[in-house]
C-alpha cells in the first residue's frame, strides 16, 4: 500500500505577515520538493470538508466561535502576541484541522497504509480555550479525539519531536487515559512546559527535556525512552505532531540533529508500534523553520512512512 500526502492550496492564504516564521514558504517548499521527487508511492489528496461540530471535543463552544470571529475582512489580526491571521486563514486553518480526519478516514478505508499531512497553521500549542504559538486549532489533538468518538479507539499515542513543547495537546489530554501524550523538546525553552514531573492523571504524559546543544546521538539515546514507552502503552492508532525545527540549521531553536535523523527516529517509532496499532499512523506538521533543512527532514521522515510495512 501507498502514503497518503494531504495538503491544500489554502494554507497559501494565511498570512502572517512580513518578517514572520511561520510563513507560506515553508509548506510551499515541501511541497515543490515532493512534486519535484514524483514518488509513485504517494497519493495526493485534499482535506475534505468536515462537520465543525468536530472541533468541540477539542476546544470549547466560546473558542471556536471567537476563532471564527476573529479572521479579519482585510489586513491582519493578532490573536496572541506570535498568532496572527489574515482574511484567508479562515479556510487555512479549517483545512489544516480537516486534513488529518481526512487522513484517518484514509487509512481506516484502506485507501492508503499512512499518511503525512502537509499544511499549516501548525497546532501543538493551540490550548482548548486559546491560540498560542502559530497555531489555532489543535490538528493532531482533533485527530485523536476523532480516533475515539468515529472509531471508538481506547489507546492513541501521540509522539510530539518538535523541538518546542506541545503544551496545548498535554493540556488537552492531561485527564485522558486513553491518549498517550510524548514529547521531546528542548528545555527550558518556549513555552516553559515540559518538565519531567508533568506526568498526567493518568501517567499518560511522557516529556523528555533536552538542553540546547543536545547532539543526534544523545538525541536518539534518549529516544530510546519514547519507544519502551510505546512498546508498554501498545497504542491502537500513532499519530506525529511532526515539528522538525531540532534540526542544527534552525533558526528558532538549539538542538543538532540533521535530516537522516527524521528517518531514522521515525522508522524506530514505526517498529515500536507496529504489533499493536497494525501500522496505522497518521503524521501532521509542526513547527521548522529554515527551508532547506524542512524539505530534506520531511522528505527523510515521509521515506520511512513509504519504505514500513
Request: hydrophobic share 35%; net charge neutral.
Amino acid at each position: 500500500m501507498k502514503t497518503g500526502l494531504i495538503t491544500t492550496k489554502s494554507y497559501q492564504d494565511h498570512n502572517t505577515g512580513n518578517g514572520h516564521p511561520e510563513k507560506i514558504d515553508r509548506v510551499t517548499a515541501i511541497i515543490d520538493n515532493f512534486k519535484k521527487k514524483n514518488n509513485k508511492n504517494l497519493i495526493w489528496q485534499e482535506p475534505k470538508n468536515f462537520d465543525q461540530s468536530l472541533l468541540i471535543k477539542t476546544h470549547s463552544r466560546d473558542y471556536i466561535e471567537f476563532v471564527n470571529n476573529s479572521f479579519p475582512k482585510d489586513g491582519l489580526s493578532f490573536l496572541d502576541g506570535d498568532t496572527i491571521v489574515s482574511p484567508g486563514s479562515k479556510d487555512a486553518t479549517r483545512d489544516s484541522a480537516g486534513s488529518i480526519i481526512t487522513a484517518i478516514d484514509g487509512v481506516e478505508s484502506k485507501e492508503y497504509k499512512n499518511a503525512f499531512c502537509a499544511v499549516r497553521p501548525p497546532g501543538h500549542h493551540a490550548k482548548r480555550n486559546k491560540a498560542m504559538g502559530f497555531c489555532i486549532y489543535n490538528n493532531v489533538a482533533v485527530g485523536a479525539n476523532y480516533l475515539i468518538e468515529k472509531y471508538k479507539y481506547k489507546k492513541i499515542a501521540i509522539i510530539d519531536f518538535d523541538v518546542h513543547h506541545g503544551n496545548g495537546t498535554q493540556d488537552i489530554f492531561y485527564e485522558n487515559e486513553k491518549v498517550l501524550y510524548i514529547s521531546t523538546h528542548q528545555y527550558p525553552y518556549y513555552p516553559g512546559s515540559g518538565t519531567e514531573q508533568e506526568k498526567g492523571k493518568f501517567n499518560n504524559i511522557f516529556n523528555i527535556p533536552l538542553e540546547a546543544g543536545t547532539t543526534s546521538e544523545q538525541y536518539l539515546n534518549a529516544y530510546d525512552h519514547v519507544l519502551n514507552k510505546i512498546i508498554e502503552f501498545k497504542p491502537e492508532f500513532l499519530l506525529f505532531s511532526a515539528g522538525f525545527d531540532a534540526h542544527k540549521d534552525d533558526p528558532l531553536a538549539q538542538l543538532k540533529l540533521n535530516s537522516n535523523d527524521f528517518y531514522t527516529l521515525t522508522k524506530r517509532a514505526l517498529e515500536a508500534a507496529k504489533k499493536s496499532c497494525n501500522g496505522k499512523v497518521v503524521s501532521i506538521l509542526e513547527g521548522g523553520y529554515d527551508l532547506n533543512a524542512l524539505m530534506s527532514s520531511t522528505e527523510k521522515h515521509v521515506d520511512a512512512l513509504i519504505e514500513f510495512n
